[in-house]
């Protein structure tokens, strides 16, 4: 897979449930950020989580990262219809400023 | 609260014609880059802009490519000849500069670009 992969690439929960979602990369990182896209809209950042943290909290968003397994998960609790959109990892490489984005997660969510 | 603004939001252009894609970062914003996300596939970097000039670039920023920061607030990207596969929506976004440009990027709302 390439740097930043989402999976699962769909995800279609009722209103009230949970969302995860995974995101693995290759390379080593300094940070990994989340960013939502409202359909056909920007790309709207969540949060970051560096490298030497291991868990970050944001409201009804809880993100992980785990270096050794070059990989990181995004859980939306109690999820909204407002939360429907697509879902995407994105790291910077080491060296340099380029994010490199993964094919999204699309979430679902049914009121 | 700041924000990236972009415009126009819609651009229709023939083949060929050059167009102008314009953006506003975040004041004091020192890292600026472009984007583009052609329909159904993943945000592509394009190229990053510090201390104005050009710090990276993609194999897709060719020389049919370039920007410019014409004064203290407008970054643009310009196409000089448009292809069809330049069909897309690119985005513009901007960075405090505080960590070496790894630090957030803040995205526009995007220009979706059509090439007939």
Known sequence: SQQGEEDPQALSIQEGENATMNCSYKTSINNLQWYRQNSGRGLVHLILIRSNEREKHSGRLRVTLDTSKKSSSLLITASRAADTASYFCATPRAAGNKLTFGGGTRVLVKP | ?116
């Open chain 2, 1 to 116: 609260e700041p924000e990236v603004t972009q415009t126009p939001s819609h651009q229709v252009t023939q083949m060929g014609q050059e167009v102008i894609l314009r953006c506003v970062p975040i004041s004091n914003h020192l890292y600026f880059y472009w984007y583009r996300q052609i329909l159904g596939q993943k945000v592509e970097f394009l190229v990053s802009f510090y201390n104005n000039e050009i710090s990276e670039k993609s194999e897709i920023f060719d020389d049919q490519f370039s920007v410019e920061r014409p004064d203290g607030s407008n970054f643009t990207l310009k196409i000089r000849s448009t292809k069809l596969e330049d069909s897309a929506m690119y985005f513009c976004a901007s960075s405090t500069g505080l960590a070496g440009g790894q630090e957030t990027q803040y995205f526009g709302p995007g220009t979706r670009l059509l090439v007939l």
